[in-house]
């Protein structure tokens, strides 16, 4: 997989639109991206993938410019709910081995 | 409704006991992994497994072994814990040979080795 950089924390308030954006300069041909969630004492959900351009779906937008060198997840007006870690993966998931980053801590404030 | 089950939930064990850990996944896929996480450290991947009977190191596979007897059951051992594998456990499973495609994780176990 990738490697991929993210910030490690970010914070906002409630009703805001939050950008996390992650770096992955040698990202692959077969490469896609995906995008997972993780709530403490829970394990990572799936929230996103995308493959180039835009992808929406109805938690979020990932937005991937041509060169695929970097993509941003964007969440719109985020809730005390989305206070979370996230995690951005470069890969061809199927055949490969998982790993992830640290990810970004979201920490949403009334 | 896709399925990843651990086990436990929480686990207390002592100090040179042989712990076993067990994911159960009911969506037929290939690819099972294990993983361990502590605060600050993200998710550590300590092994996996493409197949039946098929095992691959991770980043950390010290102290750990594996064993995926079945192709829906991939279990974690600690040959003899110690306190230093306290932690978060999370399993994971992904389908094979696609392009594309999401992990289902387990809800975690919390081992605790005391």
């Known amino acids: ?110 | 409704d896709v399925k990843v089950t651990q086990s436990s939930r929480y686990l207390v064990k002592r100090t040179g006991e042989k712990v076993f850990l067990e994911c159960v996944q009911d969506m037929d896929h290939e690819n099972m992994f294990w993983y361990r996480q502590d605060p600050g450290l993200g998710l550590r991947l300590i092994y996996f497994s493409y197949d039946v009977k098929m095992k691959e190191k991770g980043d950390i596979p010290e102290g750990y072994s594996v064993s995926r007897e079945k192709k829906e059951r991939f279990s974690l051992i600690l040959e003899s814990a110690s306190t230093n594998q306290t932690s978060m456990y999370l399993c994971a499973s992904t389908v094979g040979g696609r392009l594309n495609t999401e992990a289902f994780f387990g809800q975690g176990t919390r081992l605790t080795v005391v």
């Open chain 1, 1 to 110: 997989l990738a490697k991929t950089t993210q910030p490690i924390s970010m914070d906002s308030y409630e009703g805001q639109e939050v950008n996390i954006t992650c770096s992955h300069n040698n990202i692959a041909t077969n490469d896609y991206i995906t995008w997972y969630q993780q709530f403490p004492s829970q394990g990572p959900r799936f929230i996103i993938q995308g493959y180039k351009t835009k992808v929406t779906n109805e938690v979020a937008s990932l937005f991937i410019p041509a060169d695929r060198k970097s993509s941003t997840l964007s969440l719109p007006r985020v809730s005390l709910s989305d206070t979370a870690v996230y995690y951005c993966l470069v890969g061809d998931i199927g055949f490969q081995k998982l790993v992830f980053g640290t990810g970004t801590r979201l920490l949403v404030s009334p």
